[in-house]
């Protein structure tokens, strides 16, 4: 990768995280990586390539972990399904990895990720189901086998909220320890992470009480 390149996708990265997709720039990230209008649309086309291009280089070797985990813990299931939580954890743990991988600015990454879902920006909805939609099937049916009497519906709405809760953990989360007067730190992994994947845990396995939810899959 050139030098000029890293630069643009490092800025970026940091304006996305501190301002948001559509509160950013192009003339601001040129501003500062120091490269003209040209050099941006020479490596990336256009903003939404850039975005796509920041989130691939960090999310891409994330998404080989969480692949490899799962694997894992399937084949340690024996033909059985595994664990909720083992599914959970292979999940979101590589997550953690890159966060706390300063020489990959994870920490940076971790705030991008929690404002593009606060934002819900179209961009990041296209970009997950242009590159992610095998890793959501994977974990998707990895849930099913574990939860056979969870419609698949159900199942949708409950990756759904793990991914926003996820999202939030990872952002770090600066009220939580406010309002606990310092008692809960969500900057903490090792303190975050054992209660995300058991509150998480607990959810999956929670009775279907929503009545049209109760319909079986077809």
Same mark, same amino acid.
């Given at each position: 990768?050139?030098g000029?390149k890293q630069?643009?996708?490092e ?13 950013t720039?192009?003339?601001t990230?040129?501003?500062?990586a120091?490269?003209?209008?040209a050099?941006v ?8 390539a ?13 998404n080989?972990?969480?692949l490899?985990?799962?694997e894992?813990?399937?084949?340690a ?22 966060? /706390?991988?300063?020489?990959?600015? @994870?920490s940076i990454?971790?705030? +991008?990720? !929690?404002?593009?879902?606060? &934002? =819900?920006a $179209?961009?990041?909805a ?9 890793i959501?099937?994977r ?6 086998r574990a ?10 709405? /409950?990756?759904?909220?793990?991914? @926003?809760?996820?999202?939030?953990? +990872?952002? !770090?989360s600066?009220?939580l &320890? =406010?309002? $606990? ?5 969500a ?7 054992p ?15 929503i ?6 899959v077809?």
């Amino acid at each position: 990768m050139t030098g000029t390149k890293q630069r643009i996708l490092e800025v970026a990265e940091r304006l996305f995280a501190e301002r948001g997709f559509s509160g950013t720039s192009l003339r601001t990230i040129i501003g500062e990586a120091g490269v003209n209008l040209a050099a941006v649309h020479y490596h990336f086309h256009s903003k939404d390539a850039l975005l796509e291009a920041v989130i691939l280089r960090r999310l891409e070797p994330v998404n080989r972990e969480r692949l490899a985990m799962l694997e894992a813990c399937e084949h340690a299931a024996r033909g059985g399904p595994p664990p909720v939580e083992d599914i959970l954890r292979a999940f979101i743990e590589p997550t953690v990895h890159l966060v /706390r991988d300063p020489q990959r600015r @994870g920490s940076i990454f971790a705030r +991008l990720m !929690g404002r593009l879902h606060a &934002e =819900a920006a $179209s961009a990041f909805a296209e970009i997950a189901k242009k590159h992610f939609g095998e890793i959501g099937r994977r974990f998707k049916e990895a849930l099913e086998r574990a939860l056979p009497e969870v419609p698949q519906s159900e199942i949708f709405w /409950r990756m759904h909220f793990a991914i @926003g809760a996820m999202a939030q953990t +990872l952002r !770090g989360s600066p009220e939580l &320890e =406010a309002l $606990s007067g310092g008692q809960c730190r969500a900057s903490n992994p090792e303190d975050a992470v054992p209660r995300l994947i058991a509150f998480l845990a607990a959810g999956f396995q929670a009775p279907v009480s929503i009545p049209h939810a109760q319909e079986k899959v077809s």
